[in-house]
T-cell receptor, first 113, second 112 residues
Framework: DTGVSQNPRHKITKRGQNVTFRCDPI?????LYWYRQTLGQGPEFLTY????????KSRLLSDRFSAERPKGSFSTLEIQRTEQGDSAMYLC???????????FGNGTRLTVT | GENVEQHPSTLSVQEGDSAVIKCTYS??????FPWYKQELGKRPQLIID?????GEKKDQRIAVTLNKTAKHFSLHITETQPEDSAVYFC???????????FGTGTRLLVSP
């Protein structure tokens, strides 16, 4: 178990630019989740994949956000036309089939200047 | 939708004391309640979880209790140690969905 891997660890971008983050889940895990965490708050759900299908999506996710998991393995989260309010830690998690707990990655910290 | 409230926001105890963190949830259809520990700059890590068909679960110094009628659940840490210092988050999941709704966190400080 090598854990959930996220890249990059840190990203600084200027307002209006597009950014893309990558998540590699634990290899046997077919479920993948994206959360966002701001300072002093709990993680906030963004979206959930089972294999390659995106089954749940938060209404908080504006049309500037898109996530994919094309082959049911790694996933990408793209934010278009970034805004300062997008600055946060973006956490990816995965879990195996069935009723199982989430395993989080170390996150990608986004700073929009 | 589900809403989770967590109290207190900060908790300071002396080493060896017990610590209790409480959460309430709004949707009676929630059936899974995990607790995560997050140290500064690190990932949230699951420390214990409980399902709605169980009232209490214990793992060494950590226990969780669930009161479905009152819609609240609590984390109990006994014999606290300085390494227990961290932010603790409760969460709830609605049956049939995968989304976890987290509380706002409790910063636990254990003084030697």
């Amino acid at each position: 178990d090598t854990g959930v891997s996220q890249n990059p660890r840190h990203k600084i971008t200027k307002r209006g630019q597009n950014v893309t983050f990558r998540c590699d889940p634990i290899s046997e895990h077919n479920r993948l989740y994206w959360y966002r965490q701001t300072l002093g708050q709990g993680p906030e759900f963004l979206t959930y994949f089972q294999n390659e299908a995106q089954l749940e999506k938060s209404r908080l996710l504006s049309d500037r956000f898109s996530a994919e998991r094309p082959k049911g393995s790694f996933s990408t989260l793209e934010i278009q036309r970034t805004e300062q309010g997008d600055s946060a830690m973006y956490l990816c998690a995965s879990s195996p089939p069935g009723d199982s707990p989430l395993h989080f990655g170390n996150g990608t910290r986004l700073t929009v200047t | 939708g589900e809403n989770v409230e967590q109290h207190p926001s900060t908790l300071s105890v002396q080493e060896g004391d017990s610590a209790v963190i409480k959460c309430t949830y709004s949707d009676s259809a929630s059936n899974y309640f995990p607790w995560y520990k997050q140290e500064l700059g690190k990932r949230p890590q699951l420390i214990i979880d409980i399902r709605s068909n169980v009232g209490e679960k214990k793992d060494q110094r950590i226990a969780v209790t669930l009161n479905k009628t009152a819609k609240h659940f609590s984390l109990h840490i006994t014999e606290t140690q300085p390494e227990d210092s961290a932010v603790y988050f409760c969460a709830a999941k609605l049956a049939g969905f995968q989304k976890l709704v987290f509380g706002t966190g409790t910063r636990l400080l254990v003084s030697p």
